[in-house]
């Protein structure tokens, strides 16, 4: 039931797959290009989950906030290139009338560079996956943003069928009570039951409203900018598939297979593997600098006052050279050792958890799945069948309005609660995504 993502697609072009490449070439920066803001049609109805996933990823300054932590690591690079300053020295001596200038130049061994160069490299890489994990939390915001505008705007449609009901059956009431065929009560009742259909769609209205703003806000656009989605496929059509329907002619995969690909997807392990690799680039920097740098030392001397002869001149060299007998990075070895057994320990446990997400995600998504299905194939067909029937009963004269009522508030509650079984497959299958690491 795999499907193609269109953010997944801009992650890899942006910053590596989602699946893991070897670390990006120090001259290429794809994760902070400069990408054009996109201007989108405003008034374009029914923006599918893919494109807001694609405006959101390149419009959103929550992605470019983002996408800019690179650019902090990849000082890193900067940082592995600096060598040590050289000294400049004057000495005066006038009771000897001696005087030296010259300069002393730290020479630093290639592998301390080399190594230097190694770690900053794993860093950029480290920070490269979670830069990737970060986007791929805001595509978890974003799809259950985008979910909330669909439940938003398919509850008011209830809500609009159930005053439209309403307003029938009240038509219906006055004109049998015209007719002396039923109470004046049951005209009370009629608008009373429309009135608070009315008052159950304002405040669906604003929930809708509050929502698309919020979806408005997070592909960043103005909240002003109307987003319209598309509907759902009407209740009683099994068959016909939607982006935010389960499609009953794919079997799941394995719950084997799902763990399997989420313990190689998954960003937090490849994290965690990446933090021990910037552990053993920093341990070699830690051995590679038990030997001190030595110094070259030379310049110029000048004695004026010899005990044997006129005055001198000529020049000085020389080696200094620290010996690493009470400081052999002895402190800084033993705190990346015990930092490796932390991360290696941190690894298994997180791989233990990453297993008991999937699982519990997994069982959700099935039983959502049925439920669903149960719906569509089931509920909704007969709660519509009950509906209709008391309503053309009442206009018979064969029900009373009690019974008519309570039948279409039934058929509403039940098409919520179908609602909110769309919602809570869709929240499962978003748990289940952000286990494995990789859409579905």
């Known amino acids: 039931m795999r499907r193609t993502v269109s953010i997944h697609l801009l992650l890899a072009a942006s910053i590596g797959s989602i699946c893991g490449s070897p670390c990006m070439a120090a001259s290429a920066d794809p994760t902070l290009m400069t990408i054009p803001r996109s201007t989108p049609n405003q008034n374009l109805p029914g923006v599918r989950l893919s494109a807001v996933f694609d405006e959101s990823l ?257 020049y000085f060299i020389g080696v200094t050279q620290e010996i690493p007998v009470l400081n052999f990075q002895q402190g800084d070895r033993a705190r990346l050792r015990a930092q490796k057994i932390q991360l290696n320990r941190e690894l298994e446990s997180t791989k233990n958890v990453v297993t008991e997400e999937v699982v519990s995600a997994y069982q959700q998504l099935v039983a959502a799945r049925e439920r669903v299905g149960l719906f569509q194939e089931k509920i909704l067909p007969a709660s519509e069948s009950v509906a209709r029937m008391a309503r053309r009963g009442y206009e018979v004269g064969q029900s009373d309005i009690t019974s008519t009522l309570a039948a279409q508030q039934s058929n509403v509650q039940t098409k919520a609660a179908y609602l909110e079984a769309v919602r809570s497959y869709q929240q499962a299958l978003t748990d289940l995504e952000q286990a494995i690491g990789h859409p579905l």
């Open 58 to 314: 390149v419009n959103s300054p929550r992605a470019a906030t983002i996408r800019a932590q690179l650019g902090i690591t990849k000082a890193a690079y900067a940082q592995a290139l600096t060598l040590p300053n050289p000294s400049f020295f004057f000495l005066e001596d006038t009771a000897q009338r001696a005087r030296q200038i010259g300069g002393s130049i730290p020479i630093e061994p290639p592998w301390k560079l080399a190594f230097r160069l190694l770690l900053a490299k794993a860093q950029i890489k480290q920070t490269d996956f979670e830069i990737q994990r970060n986007l791929w939390q805001l595509r978890t915001t974003v799809r259950r943003a985008y979910l909330d505008v669909v439940m938003a705007t398919e509850t008011q449609e209830a809500f609009d069928d159930l005053r439209r009901l309403a307003t029938e059956i009240m038509s219906v009431a006055q004109k049998r009570f015209a007719a002396d065929d039923v109470a004046a009560l049951d005209v009370n009742r009629a608008e009373l039951a429309s009135l608070q259909a009315e008052a159950d769609v304002k405040q669906s209205s604003r929930k809708m409203a509050q929502a698309k703003q919020r979806l408005s806000v997070l592909m960043g656009r103005d909240y002003k900018d109307t987003i319209d989605v598309p509907r759902l496929p009407p209740f009683q059509l099994r068959a016909e598939t939607h982006e935010l329907l389960p499609n009953f002619t794919e079997e799941l995969p394995g719950l084997d297979s799902l763990i399997s690909e989420a313990l190689k997807a998954r960003l937090d392990i490849k994290i965690i593997r990446q933090s021990i690799a910037v552990n053993e680039a920093q341990s070699r920097i830690a051995l590679g600098n038990i030997i001190p740098n030595p110094q070259l030392n030379a310049g110029s001397s000048y004695s004026g006052n010899p005990p044997d002869g006129p005055a001198t001149r000529g």
